[in-house]
């Protein structure tokens, strides 16, 4: 499988927890960027493999102008041979839609929509920063179904300042009353450089305990699961059929190009990143060369503990045949830890393998340390 992942770095206004790479939106810049990614995508140019998933990320891509959309989609079409059942997605952000942009999106091929809303309440969402209400977001949900959107996935977030559990159920049952194929839920998590980080520094909130956030996570594993939603990876439950194609690529360690300021990429065993800066990405791009900041050959230990550290963040888990490749028995080269998270229920066998049970999905960071040399 080969991905695509195109970043679009910017917004309508930065939201308080964000440390994407974003920027708010300025039509000079915006401009000067679309002629670069032409460019870098010229320098990626491959026909001979077809791209199976491309992800549309951001950032805001569904700020983009439907002329805009349609110039990046003819440039992908020119530069790359895309698979007839690839799945297409574009993140999206209420606010930044309407009927018709949906409808164009649609008959660009896009095929998957991922709608941030996080949360129903309106006071929570004004206080994290986003541009729009829950109204807003229920609109252009609708609107979606009627353009023709089968597949949409929909970003919620707990633990967020001042929300309480109640305020986890409300978001919960309203957003699976409107039935979307996916759910992404996320703990918040602060990242110094953002506004929210500061302001936790300033006291002007107190984050929920360790105990409150683990509630809320089983409340939405059980509560999801009851209304025919699938938990297949920590943070996302869908119904069959409906997992993220693009997203599992990531988690299985495949081959993906990463185009845009800030974009990571994974080919033939070397890891790259690019720059962040939208003037040290045009620099690059004006001397024809690719905005490569940092990259690095995986070593055969890297490949194998990121396999084990994606894997074990899926449902599936570990699966002891895919660490053939590397001349390891799995069984026999971690039978010590196996062992000991085994006898602490943290993981249980399966036919193939093992994977975590809800009590070592609760502290995976820990039990990840426990299989890195």
Same mark, same amino acid.
């Given at each position: ?7 679009i ?9 964000c ?13 000067k ?5 032409k ?11 077809k ?44 606010g ?8 164009f ?47 949409i ?33 996320y703990?918040?998590?602060l ?7 500061d ?11 360790e ?9 939405a ?13 920590i ?30 990429g ?12 939208l ?13 490569? =900041? $940092?990259?690095? &050959?995986?070593? *055969? %230990?890297? @490949?194998?503990?990121? #396999?084990?550290?994606?894997? +074990? ?11 053939? =490749? $590397?001349?390891? &028995?799995?069984? *026999? %080269?971690? @039978?010590?830890?196996? #062992?000991?998270?085994?006898? +602490? ?21 820990n ?7």
């Amino acid at each position: 499988m080969l991905g695509l992942y195109i970043h679009i770095p910017f917004c309508v206004q930065k939201c308080k927890y964000c440390d994407f790479n974003s920027y708010k939106i300025e039509k000079d810049k915006k401009e000067k960027f679309l002629n670069d990614l032409k460019k870098e995508m010229s320098l990626y140019t491959n026909k001979d493999r077809k791209i199976n998933t491309i992800f549309f990320g951001g950032g805001t891509p569904s700020i983009l102008s439907n002329t805009e959309m349609k110039m990046i989609m003819d440039e992908i079409n020119k530069n790359f041979c895309i698979d007839k059942d690839a799945e297409i997605s574009m993140e999206c952000n209420p606010g930044t839609l309407n009927k018709e942009k949906l409808e164009f999106m649609k008959s660009l091929g896009i095929n998957r929509l991922s709608i941030g809303l996080q949360a129903v309440q309106e006071d929570l969402l004004g206080y994290i920063g986003r541009i729009h209400n829950y109204e807003q977001f229920e609109k252009n949900y609708i609107e979606a179904r009627k353009a023709g959107f089968k597949n949409i996935n929909i970003d919620l977030m707990y633990n967020l300042p001042h929300q309480t559990f109640e305020d986890w159920k409300e978001t919960l049952d309203k957003i699976i009353e409107l039935n979307p194929e996916h759910i992404s839920a996320y703990s918040l998590i602060l990242e110094e450089g953002t506004q929210l980080y500061d302001m936790y520094m300033d006291k002007d909130f107190e984050l929920s305990d360790e105990d409150e956030d683990i509630k809320m996570y089983e409340y939405a594993i059980e509560c999801l699961k009851l209304n025919g939603y699938n938990q297949y990876e920590i943070s996302n439950y869908t119904k069959e059929g409906y997992e993220c194609k693009h997203n599992i690529l990531y988690w299985k360690c495949k081959n993906y190009i990463g185009l845009g300021p800030g974009a990571s990429g994974y080919i033939n065993n070397v890891r790259y990143n690019n720059v962040k800066d939208l003037d040290d990405y045009h620099d690059k791009l004006s001397k024809n060369e690719k905005p490569i =900041e $940092f990259c690095e &050959n995986l070593t *055969e %230990k890297d @490949k194998i503990e990121e #396999k084990i550290i994606m894997g +074990l963040r899926m449902n599936d888990g570990i699966i002891f045949k895919d660490f053939e =490749e $590397f001349g390891i &028995n799995f069984e *026999e %080269k971690y @039978k010590e830890q196996l #062992k000991k998270h085994e006898s +602490l229920d943290l993981i249980t066998k399966t036919n193939k393998g093992f994977k975590f049970t809800q009590k070592g999905r609760e502290i995976s960071n820990n039990i990840f340390l426990d299989y890195i040399d």
